[in-house]
């Protein structure tokens, strides 16, 4: 059972306009989220997150957006670059294991120049 | 503040070979964990520990894999044997809090 979801494997994305990418979750308990962006052969770098109190957190030229209702969240990059092409990867934990984290399976951001 | 490191980066085995990974975790993190990642997939938990203690390992093949952390700080991932199945990226990362730091991974190639 995949309690986190990102069902675009891929976006390709114009630099300088905006990149959006989706997050599902079926976990109500889940009250924390990640974003998470990977180039290859390194290991996941944190990104931006946010907590269940809270429905937009701004860092920069990301925004994260949570729907609690939907039980969905969103990573708004703008403007995009070049350099932002990676995977990233959504993750989700919950106060009753305050620790555990559960990842999505990612989504490849190509950004064009 | 030096970040997780995990040795070694590369290894290529035998199947049915052992092999072992190490993590050494940034300084003062409680939370230890141990993640494997398959190709196209996101890094699915193996075992989480909270001091010396393993407090999830639900999902560790415990037939094959073991884990320890001694003294509660540097970790080992060990397979034996390891089967072809078994090629993924190995991901250590440690959290005070809710926020996990990652390593660099071992990618492991079962041949």
């Known amino acids: 059972d995949q309690q986190v979801k990102q069902n675009s494997p891929s976006l390709s994305v114009q630099e300088g306009r905006i990149s959006i990418l989706n997050c599902d979750y079926t976990?109500?308990?889940?009250?924390?989220f990640l974003w998470y962006k990977k180039y290859p052969a390194e290991g996941p770098t944190f990104l931006i997150s946010?907590?269940?109190?809270?429905d937009k957190n701004e860092d920069g030229r990301f925004t994260v957006f949570l729907n609690k209702s939907a039980k969905h969240l969103s990573l708004h990059i703008v403007p995009s670059q070049p350099g932002d092409s990676a995977v990233y990867f959504c993750a989700a934990s919950s106060s009753g294991a305050t620790n555990k984290l559960i990842f999505g399976t990612g989504t490849l951001l190509a950004v064009q120049p | 503040e030096a970040g997780v490191v995990q040795s070694p980066r590369y290894k290529i085995i035998e199947k049915k070979q052992p092999v072992a990974f190490w993590c050494n975790p940034i300084?003062?993190?409680?939370?230890l964990y141990w993640y494997r990642q398959n190709l196209g997939q996101g890094p699915e938990l193996l075992i989480r520990y909270e001091n010396e203690e393993a407090v999830d390992d639900s999902q560790l093949p415990k037939d094959r894999f073991s884990a320890e952390r001694l003294k509660g700080v540097d970790s080992t991932l060990k397979i034996q044997p390891a089967e072809l199945g078994d090629s993924a990226v190995y991901l250590c990362?440690?959290?005070?809090?809710?926020?996990?730091?990652f390593g660099q991974g071992t990618r492991l190639t079962v041949v």
């Open positions: 976990n109500s308990m889940f009250d924390y």
């Open positions: 300084s003062g993190h409680n939370t």
């Open positions: 946010i907590s269940s109190i809270k």
């Open positions: 990362a440690s959290s005070l809090a809710r926020l996990a730091f």
